[in-house]
């Protein structure tokens, strides 16, 4: 395994390159990908899913998403004068937009603007919650992304629906905060179906396929009415958040002393997995759930306990084989998303949570070999250090770069510098906290302060 210093320097360096794909046009952008083979700044505007007029300014895939890197790199280092102007330019952008901007989502408009503001400049990101409010409904709010389905509909989950618009409001514990989750999480009251073993939703209302996990499910709105009730003193959000719990629970499998949900349910019709073990679709991200339930003062779902449930879904991940390529399509990403630098982030938050010194060093490890499977699966050149993902079902199978939050070198340099860090300074490192999962970790570390 590498030394601390070791994933400083390969974190330094992608973040080094990330830095040279960063262009400017009213303000600082950064294209999604990067021909492979291209001098820096070579990147084409990507004309897929998120293309980057529209998503320019997006925790998930544009500048939004480089503030976290910047303010773990002011945990060990003084920014140098590329990054505080850079560091500058976002904050002017974002605030200049805010008035104009109509999308609310945390991972593709507002609520990640406001998580940005707040991390690179306290206070500015009262513009984005302000707006925030202006915007809400009573379903809460209507993503303007073009899914396919009709833009108006009201989302429901973390990515881009009203469960992660009430985690960055209670996180930013602006003076906009209460109103925005309380509209939030009775929005997501409203939205919620019946089942035999408790409450369930889908990314939209009555939707017929659920991916419960974290990401677009269950798992992450209950835990955003976990906090958000614990926040408000709001027991019918609380009470809410179990109920979806157990139906999480019902649904998923507690073999092996481990707890897993399927990616889909009913099964997708992709070729997909049936069972992952990332933040998006797995017990990584899942884990969220259990901890936000304890955050609320709840001790216990459908007879076990949540830090229990916390611990079968570590032991799911550790014991899956992952960060291993098994097999095409079973780990063929390694961002934060949906691969291996979320996985090692969550591992690093639960060593930080851990009062068993075996279980914490059994995590610390666990978190090293996602780092070192990051080192050892690194493109480097002259040019800096990258990473190309897999995808088993196009010829040829691997991607171009990908530079962002949480899908690119961004997201996975923060972590490489968080690890290393750790490493450096042990397991009462402070942690730059997100809204999606600052109460899995204790709160005297924590680099903000929750509502």
């Not at 004309?47 to 007029?53: F, I, Q, T, V």
């Not at 939004?64 to 890197?69: E, H, M, T």
């Not at 507002?110 to 206070?123: F, K, Q, S, T």
């Not at 409001?169 to 409203?190: C, H, K, M, Q, Y």
Request: some cysteine; aromatic content about 6%.
């Amino acid at each position: 395994m590498l030394r601390g210093a070791g994933y400083r320097d390969v974190g330094e360096r992608a973040w080094s390159w990330v830095l040279d794909q960063v262009r400017e046009d009213e303000g600082p952008w950064l294209p999604e990908t990067v021909p492979q083979d291209g001098p820096p700044g070579a990147g084409e505007e990507p004309s897929g899913d998120r293309p980057a007029k529209e998503h320019r300014d997006s925790l998930y895939s544009g500048i939004a998403g480089l503030a976290p890197a910047l303010a773990e790199i002011a945990q060990y280092r003084e920014l140098t004068a590329r990054e505080q102007a850079l560091a500058g330019g976002i904050v002017a952008r974002l605030t200049r937009q805010a008035e104009q901007t109509a999308e609310p989502s945390l991972y593709d408009g507002l609520g990640g603007h406001a998580m940005a503001l707040r991390l690179l400049a306290p206070g500015t990101e009262a513009v984005a919650l302000r707006r925030l409010v202006d915007l809400a409904g009573p379903d809460g709010w209507r993503t303007t992304l073009d899914l396919g389905e009709g833009s108006d509909a009201p989302l429901i989950d973390v990515i881009m629906g009203s469960a992660g618009v009430v985690m960055a409001a209670v996180w930013a514990r602006s003076e906009f905060s209460a109103a925005i989750a309380a509209t939030g999480g009775e929005a997501l009251l409203r939205a919620a179906d019946r089942t035999d073993a408790g409450l369930d939703w889908g990314m939209t209302p009555g939707r017929a396929s659920r991916m419960p996990n974290y990401s677009h499910g269950t798992a992450g709105v209950a835990a955003a009415l976990a906090v958000a009730g614990a926040a408000l003193d709001r027991a019918d959000f609380v009470d809410a958040a179990v109920r979806g719990a157990r139906h999480v629970l019902a649904v998923g499998s507690l073999a092996d002393g481990g707890f897993v949900v399927p990616h889909t349910i009913p099964p997708s019709t992709r070729e997909v997995e049936p069972v992952t073990y990332t933040w998006c679709h797995g017990p990584a991200g899942t884990s969220h759930l259990f901890t936000a339930l304890a955050h609320a003062g709840v001790a216990e779902v459908a007879g076990h306990g949540v830090d229990e449930l916390r611990e079968r879904c570590l032991t799911s991940v550790l014991t899956s084989g992952v960060p291993e390529r098994l097999r095409p399509g079973f780990w063929d990403n390694d961002g934060r998303c949906c691969g291996t630098a979320g996985v090692g982030d969550i591992l690093l938050d639960a060593a930080q949570d851990c009062p068993v010194p075996a279980r914490r060093q059994t995590l610390v490890e666990a978190a090293r070999t996602m780092g070192d499977a990051l080192a050892d699966r690194a493109v480097r050149d002259d040019a800096g250090v990258r990473w190309r993902f897999l995808e088993h079902r196009e010829d040829p199978p691997l991607l171009p770069p990908g530079t962002a939050w949480m899908q690119g070198a961004a997201g996975i340099a923060t972590f490489l510098l968080r690890l290393a860090r750790f490493l450096d300074t042990g397991p009462d490192a402070p942690v730059v906290d997100r809204p999606d999962q600052w109460w899995s970790v204790p709160a005297h570390l924590r680099t903000t302060t929750a509502l």
